[in-house]
């Protein structure tokens, strides 16, 4: 480290920030402790340090006197010196370390990210004589899991979708399948037999080509690591290989959605002779995979890639602190035009947030009058209209569609109160789990002040992505808040939703719940009328409503913004842009 910023290490190690010329008391062994290194080479650091001009320095004499440190220079100058120097050099990770110090003050890394915004968005790089287009944007904390077994979000599943590719492609507006890996499928008339014809010439990243084996591969690597996506694939007898580019599903019993299963996020082909690993995925996508560290992912377009090559040359993902991420793929203003104002598309996002209860625990919550009360206790007109940010509209589904056709009144608290009381609800405790995320953490409080008011007590405990899978949440949970946003493709979300093994509501209710729901979610995937298969939903959530399985809450819109420089801006159910279509309009790169 140079000296400004073991400067700014060390004053940030202390109880509190000290002032410029405000001398404090600490020992040689504190500060190897901050520094990473041996007392002989703190005081290295020391006598660089007061030569330099950053510190005075007074040793300690005897027992009892303790050494002093005086800073001679003010903390946020050095911090905003060190950090533009960082980025005139192009330092952009030594940048971010500086981001990421543990304790710098709120204001100043608000501060320090605005002159990192200069350095994101579009830049136009040298590279052999040649230009490099390139986008920087921010992402709001490192995904946990770049396992295509394991995607337990849309950033996961998104950041996937950019390096890897499924043997076809569900088409949301047309509600088909486009070719992917597979130029062409067929099946038998009852659909229990699938066949998938391979392209020919598709490379993965490392230069080998795409055969068989590597979607047979990836198939069998979700059951043995025991993926949560495994249902899908369970009535899979036999794989059948009968060249390098056909492939043979044979199934227990008729399946007519198994395209839906062959073309989610989980099956995105990986190559078969490779180890994998999530810092070096391997696929055949329009970008591959040229770093992946606790700082940024970096993708590079994939010159082989064997649809359209994408139109920027890299992109780098730069993972920020959660507590200064904006929501805008922001271009810096080259032009001198003036300030921008970002494009906007908002739209109604497909899947709601709701209260499910957990099933598989014991305690009052089993009582469908203490449900009941909780119906009226989470009021969806009241916590639209006192928290309201993007809560947008009440639920009584997961599609909105469906939510728009039913009728919503103010739930009266002393109703609650009576239903609480023929529950035989006696003042016990119940716990309230949800993810440790903004919007969430708003609801979790709002829902305990109304059970206050209703004398129901409940504590809350929050889950952090980290613990997605891991947690005892299972066990110890009586209710939860979550979202689920359905896919594009909707009804392989509904299934999801339902039979997905990582999903709370798979976890929460109970084998007779799940028994009922898969009898019907079987007949789902044997009907073969979309309007048929319309109506088995109805009946799902008819049944989830009568007996209060979860509560609706409410239906929530989202807003991407981007910079209007931005072409072939195109965004997916979760708000993605898909960076293989962006490009940079000519009169906007200065």
Known sequence: MISSEQYLSILLSLPTL??????????????????????????????????????????????????QMTPLRDFNEVAVGHFQDLLVKDKIKEAMNILYLKDLPLPLRHKLHRFLENRFGFQVERANATTVDVLRVTMRRKPDSLDPA????????????QICDTLLVFNPKEKTFIPGLAHSWESNDDGSQWTFYLRKGVRFHNG?????????????????????????????????????????????QPNLLFLHFLSSFYMYVLPHDVTFSSSGIIGTGPFRMTEFTNQVLVLEAYEDYFRERALLDRVELWFVPEDIQDDLYQLPDWSGQGEKKAAEIEYLMDGSQFVVFNFRK???????????????IFDRLSIIEELAENRISPANSFLPVKSKQADYERSPIDLAKNYLRESGYSGETLKLY???????????????????AAGLTITLHPISFDNYYLTNADEEADLLIICESLEDDTE??????????????????????HSWLDELLLQFVQTPSAEERDKIIDKVEQKILDEEWLLFGYHMNKISRYHPALNGVSF????WINFSKLWIRKDMQG
């Open 492 to 513: 392989w979300g509904y299934l999801n939703l339902f039979q997905n093994e990582s999903s709370f509501l798979r976890r929460f209710l109970s084998d007779k719940q």
């Open 150 to 161: 394991f995607v337990s979000t849309s950033t996961e599943a998104f950041l996937l979708q």
């Open 572 to 575: 997916d159910s979760f708000g």
């Open 434 to 452: 949800y993810l440790d995320k903004k919007e969430f953490v708003d609801d979790a409080r709002w829902l305990q002040q109304r059970c206050e």
């Open 208 to 252: 080998k080509l795409l055969t068989s084996k590597d979607v047979l591969y990836t198939f069998q690597r979700l059951q043995e690591l025991q993926s949560p996506s495994r249902w899908q694939y369970e009535e899979v007898i036999h794989v059948e290989i009968p060249s390098d580019f056909i492939i043979t599903f044979h199934l227990r």
């Open 18 to 67: 000290p002032k410029k010329g405000e001398t404090i008391s600490v020992t040689i062994g504190e500060l190897a402790n901050v520094l990473y290194c041996t007392p002989r080479n703190v005081k290295l650091i020391l006598r660089k340090l007061a030569e330099d001009g950053y510190i005075q320095w007074r040793g300690g004499v005897g027992r009892g006197h303790p050494s």
């Open 362 to 376: 014991k305690g009052i919550h089993h009582n469908r009058y203490f449900r009941k009360a909780m119906r009226l």
